[in-house]
């Protein structure tokens, strides 16, 4: 079993910024994949950015150029620094980990709520 819990999560302004990170533990276990995902109410869950165990990152065109996801391999933890946030930023953001042989996993999310 692996858990994943997030941290950073909170209330800030336009245009301000926020690093959020997530950190995996258990015992005997590879992460392929980590990622970011949000869902804002009413609203489907989505990709917001993900980076592989080699440092292959993708984001969705919505936070490209004002998000960062990074990842230390030796602590199992990924962060997302975001930038010029704006107010449809405003989600639940969920941790995701692709595991070697154990399936995916969930953390169980954090709010950032963007609003002056």
């Known amino acids: 079993q692996v858990q994943l819990v997030e941290s950073g999560g909170g209330l800030v302004q336009p245009g301000g910024s926020q690093r959020l990170s997530c950190a995996a533990s258990?015992?005997?276990?590879?992460?392929?994949?980590m990622a970011w995902y949000r869902q804002a109410p009413g609203e489907q869950r989505e990709l917001v950015a993900s980076i592989t165990s080699l440092g292959i990152t993708n984001y969705a065109a919505s936070v490209k150029g004002r998000f960062t996801i990074s990842g230390d391999n030796a602590k199992n933890t990924v962060y997302l620094q975001m930038n010029s946030l704006k107010s449809e930023d405003t989600a639940v953001y969920l941790c995701y980990a692709a595991v070697a042989r154990k399936g995916v996993y969930w953390g169980r999310g954090t709010q950032v709520t963007v609003s002056s």
């Open positions: 258990g015992s005997g276990f590879t992460i392929n994949t």
